[in-house]
C-alpha cells in the first residue's frame, strides 16, 4: 500500500502552484527526490502582475517563512478602487490588495526550489503521465488551464470546460496606478473594460476585456499583436495618461471555467488550473494553486495513506474552489453583461460593481469606506440611518414600507382546500414579523389543479370566507403589512403525495385526472396528463377568474399569477413542456398566448388600484429550455399587458433539470430582466441574510427580495434584521406586545477578568 509519504515525486508544470508544492514537499522532508518539468524557459512568463490576498499570504508565512520574507520585499500594497464611468471616478478604499510581478514570483519559487535541492527541469516536455505514475510515488499535475494530463484521464476526472463570452488580453504598462482601476469605455462597437492594477513601483496590468461580439466589430480579429496593443492604448488613453501599453507573448483570449468530478487517479493528482480555474475578476487563479499546495502537503504530512490524503486534499479543497468559482462565475457575467448596467447613476454602478461577485457586501463595504457607502444610499433615497432594505417601493396603489417579501411556500395543510387555524397561525406569525408583503402559498383555482390532497384554493366561497379571517387579521394586527395570493394551476405537477411523504411521487390511490399543454408525464412513473382542448383552455381561463374575484373579495391587497415551475401555465411558456402544433404552441409569442389570456382575464376582475405581478421561471436548467433572451421577452409582454412586477424565479419545469445553486444564484436573471425589460423585479432563490437584501437592492438589481426558508426558520426574520442594524423608523414596526423584545436577550458573561499581576519567576 502506498504511504502518504512519497519519497519520489514529479511535477509537471513550473508555475506558482507547482512550484511552490515542490518547495514545501521538500521542506517537509529532505529525502525527496522531486523532480519538476517546465517546457518554458525559467524566464518566460504570460501575465505581468499577481494578486495574493491576506489569507493566502499568512498561510505562505505560516509555512514557509523564507518565501513568505523574499515576497514581502517586493509586494506593493494598496487599498482603494477606482471606477470610471462616463467621465465620473468614484474611489472607495479600505480594500487591501498586495501584488508582485510574476516574474519575480516565480524567481522567488526557483531560487527556493533549487535552495531545498529540488530539480527543477525547464525547456523539458515532461514524460507521459502514464510513465511518470510508475516511475514516481506521486505525480502533480500542476500543468494549466491545458493540462496533458488531465486530458489523458478525461474519462477519470471527467472534465467540464465551458468558454465564456468575453475576450480579453494580457497587458502591462510602465507606471503604476494609484489604485485598482477599473474604467468603462463606450465606443461605436459596443462597450469595453480595463482592469488595471501597480504590481511594481513602475509597473501595472492591464487587463482589456469585451464581449466577442464587440471584439469582432472594432475589428481586433483582424490586428496583429503590435496593432491590437496600440489600439487599446488609445481607446484608454485617459486611464493610461496616454502612455503606450507593452506585452509578453500577449494573445486574444478567451477565459475557460474548469470543473473535474474527481482530482486524482492513483498516485496522480490535479493542482491549480488543472483541477479548477477562476476568472481573473477576482484575482483568484494564483491564489488558489498556492493554496492548493498547501492543503496538499498537509494533507499528506496528516494521513497514513496516499488514498487518505489525496482524498483528505479533495475533501479540504473542493467546497473552497466551488465558493471561490461561484463568486468568479458571478463576476465573469457581470462584465459579460456589463451593458445592461450602463445607464445607472456613476455611484450606484461603482457600488453595482464592487458587490458583483457577492462576496463583497453592503455591510462589509460599509465597513471598508462607510464615506462611500452612505454616498451610494443617499443618492439611492435612503434617509439618515436608514438601511436600503428599509426604504418603501410603491406597485401600482399599494406601498410597502420595506422590500423584504415572505415568499409563497406551499403548506400542503388545507382541507377539501380550506385554509385552516394552521394558515392563520402561519400566516399571522410572518405578517407580525415585519415583512412589507406577505404572500400565500400556490393557492389553486380548482380541485383539479391542486399539488397535492393538503393544498389550499379559491374555488369555493368557504374557501374565501376562510381567506378572509386570514387577511382580516393581517389588516387588523399587522398594519402596514401588505398579503398577496398567489394563484395556480398544477398541470402535470398534480395529483402527488404531500412533500414530506415524497415529493412529486403520485398518490397511491385517490388520484384525479390531470390536464397540461401536452402530454408528457412530469418524470418516468407520472400520470400522463391530457393536452388541453379550446374548451378546456376556456374553462380554466373561467376558473382563473373566478378565483380572482374571491380573491378580491376576500381582501387581498395583491395577487400573482404562477406561471414558474413546471405548472400548469409556465407549461405553455416551456419549450420543454409545450409541444403543441396549433396556435397555442411553437414560437414563443404562441406558447405566450394562453399565459397571457388568463392574465388579461383576471386584470379585467382584479380591483384596478390593486397590482398583479406574476412568477416565471427565468430558465429550466435544461438544454432546449427557456434561454434568458426569452425570460426578458417573457417579462415584456406581460408588463405590457399591465404586470406591475415580475417575480423571478427559475427551474422546476423539468425533472431532469442541472440548477446551478449558490448563494442569490437567481438574481441575475432578475436584474437582466429589470435593466432590459424595464420593469420592477421581486428576487428570490437562497437570498439568506440581510446583507444581501441591502446589497442586491442597494446595487439596483433588484426591487424587491422574496425569502421562504429564512422565514421559516425565523417568523420575525424582518424585526430581527432591523434590530440588528440598530434601525427604529417608519420601514417596521414592532407589534405592541412585542415591543419588550425589540432587543436582543442578554447572555451569560462571556468575558474572563484580565490578569493582573505577571510574577517573574
Known sequence: MPTSRPLRIAITGGGPGGLYAAALLKRLDPERRITLWERNAPDDTFGFGVVLSDETLGGIEHADPVVYEALRQHFVRWDDIDIVHRGE????????????????????????????????????????????????????????????????????????????????????????????????????????????????????????????????????????????????????????????????????????????????????VLLGDAAHTAHFSIGSGTKLAVEDALALAACLEERPTLDEALAAYEEERRPVVASTQRAARASLEWFENLAFHLDQRPRQFAFNLLTRSRRVTHDNLRLRDAHFTEAVEREFGCPPGTPPMFTPFRLRGLTLRNRVVVSPMDMYSAVDGVPGDFHLVHLGARALGGAGLLMTEMVCVSPEGRITPGCAGLYT???????????????????????????????????????????????????????????????????????????????????????????????????????????????????????????????????????????????????????????????????????????????????????DAIDVSTGQVVAEERPEFGRSYQTPYADRIRHEAGVPVIAVGAISSWDDVNSLILAGRTDLCALARPHLYDPHWTLHAAAEQGYDGPGVAWPAPYRAGSRPPRTGRTDAPKPRLTLGG
Open 461 to 643: 366561497g368557504k374557501q374565501a370566507e376562510a381567506w378572509r379571517r386570514i387577511t382580516d387579521f393581517v389588516h387588523s394586527q399587522a398594519p402596514g403589512t401588505g398579503i398577496g395570493v398567489q394563484l395556480g394551476h398544477s398541470g402535470r405537477k398534480g395529483s402527488t403525495r404531500l412533500m414530506w411523504e415524497g415529493m412529486d411521487e403520485p398518490l397511491p390511490d385517490g388520484n384525479w385526472p390531470l390536464v397540461a399543454a401536452s402530454p408528457l408525464p412530469y418524470k418516468p412513473g407520472s400520470q400522463t396528463p391530457r393536452e388541453l382542448s379550446r374548451a378546456q383552455l376556456t374553462d380554466i381561463r373561467e376558473q382563473f377568474t373566478a378565483a380572482a374575484w374571491r380573491a378580491a373579495r376576500a381582501g387581498f391587497d395583491l395577487l400573482e399569477l404562477h406561471c414558474a415551475h413546471g405548472y400548469l401555465l409556465s407549461g405553455f411558456l416551456s419549450p420543454l413542456t409545450n409541444r403543441r402544433t396549433d396556435a397555442y404552441g411553437g414560437s414563443l409569442a404562441q406558447r405566450l398566448r394562453f399565459p397571457l389570456e388568463v392574465f388579461d382575464a383576471v386584470r379585467a376582475v382584479w380591483p384596478e388600484e390593486k397590482p398583479m405581478t406574476v412568477r416565471i421561471s427565468a430558465t429550466d436548467w435544461a438544454e432546449g429550455g427557456t434561454t434568458p433572451e426569452e425570460a426578458v421577452a417573457i417579462a415584456r409582454a406581460f408588463a405590457a399587458h399591465g404586470a
Open 89 to 268: 471616478r468614484h474611489t472607495s478604499g479600505g480594500h487591501g490588495f498586495a501584488a508582485l510581478g510574476r516574474r519575480r514570483l516565480l524567481e522567488i519559487l526557483h531560487d527556493r526550489c533549487r535552495g531545498l535541492g529540488v530539480e527543477l527541469r525547464f525547456r523539458a516536455q515532461a514524460p507521459p503521465p502514464a510513465t511518470l505514475s510508475a516511475a514516481y510515488d506521486l505525480v502533480v499535475a500542476a500543468d494549466g488551464v491545458h493540462s496533458a494530463t488531465r486530458e489523458a484521464y478525461a474519462d477519470v476526472f471527467r472534465p467540464d470546460i465551458t468558454p465564456h463570452r468575453c475576450r480579453y488580453i494580457w497587458l502591462a504598462a510602465d507606471f503604476a496606478f494609484e489604485a485598482f482601476r477599473f474604467e468603462i469605455a463606450e465606443t461605436e462597437h459596443g462597450v469595453m473594460q480595463l482592469h488595471g492594477y501597480p504590481y511594481a513601483p513602475r509597473a501595472s496590468t492591464v487587463i482589456v476585456e469585451m464581449r466577442e461580439e464587440v471584439w469582432q466589430a472594432a475589428g481586433f480579429d483582424e490586428l496583429g499583436e503590435p496593432e491590437s496593443i496600440e489600439r487599446c492604448a488609445k481607446i484608454f488613453a485617459d486611464a493610461l495618461g496616454g502612455r503606450p501599453l507593452k506585452s509578453n507573448n500577449s494573445t486574444w483570449t478567451t477565459f475557460r471555467t474548469v470543473v473535474n468530478d474527481r482530482w486524482s487517479h492513483g498516485n496522480v
